[in-house]
């Protein structure tokens, strides 16, 4: 079982460091028990995620719930880039800014977005993110996003591969309340110090290897 681990990011004082405080212990616990009892979470390679230090999480994404999930492994906050559509929604919207979430906007790539992810691991953080841009409703991963591999070159930071299994996409609300038993795998970090961001071959490159291993985590478990 991971144990919570508060990162402290920039100088908070007073009411907003009891904020900041309570918004990371309430997120992480409710993530924990809810992922335990309604999924019976198991989780293999825990110790793969830096305990400090800037690093890209990058999973497959078979649910509404993957991230919920990721949060209840990791003993850090992350950071999450998702759905623009999720802003759409006042409470979703709140939700997200209360976790600190990346709006993406998937049919317009925006420059904003990547510059905001790479500023979040400029300052130690963890950034969460799904490469094939949304939930894959077969199970199977889709094609994957050009931009996990530019993030990962042009920070440097580790990129830990993860593989969710155990369930697959239900439609909203069905998801939150159909139990299933989840198993998530934590990969070793990845790092690609010899590749060049400003090269179309070395993108491609560095994404591919990152599918390849989030999909080898998938093949472990299901052998």
Known sequence: MPQPVYTKTRELAGWRKIHDLFRFYFWWWFNHLYARVCFRLTIEGEENIPTG?????????????????????????????????YYDS???????????????????????????????????MLVGCFPEGGISTSGEMNDAKAGIGLMAIRTGCPVVPICLSGYRFQSMPKTFFLPKRVSIRI??????????????????????RIVDAIKELGKSDSG
């Not at 890209?56 to 906050?77: C, F, G, M, V």
């Not at 006042?90 to 500023?119: H, Q, S, Y």
């Not at 590749?195 to 591919?208: A, I, K």
């Open 53 to 85: 230090g800037a690093a890209l999480l990058t999973s497959n994404h078979i649910s509404y719930l993957d991230a919920n999930i990721i949060s209840a492994a990791s003993p850090r906050k992350v950071s999450f880039m998702v759905a623009k559509e």
């Open 90 to 124: 006042e409470f979703l919207r709140w939700m997200c800014d209360f976790l600190g979430c990346i709006p993406v906007n998937r049919e317009e790539p925006e420059i904003g977005t990547v510059k905001e992810a790479l500023k979040k691991l400029s300052k130690g």
């Open 187 to 208: 990969g070793k970090p990845l790092s690609f110090p010899e590749e060049d961001h400003r090269n179309r071959e070395s993108l491609e490159r560095v994404t591919q």
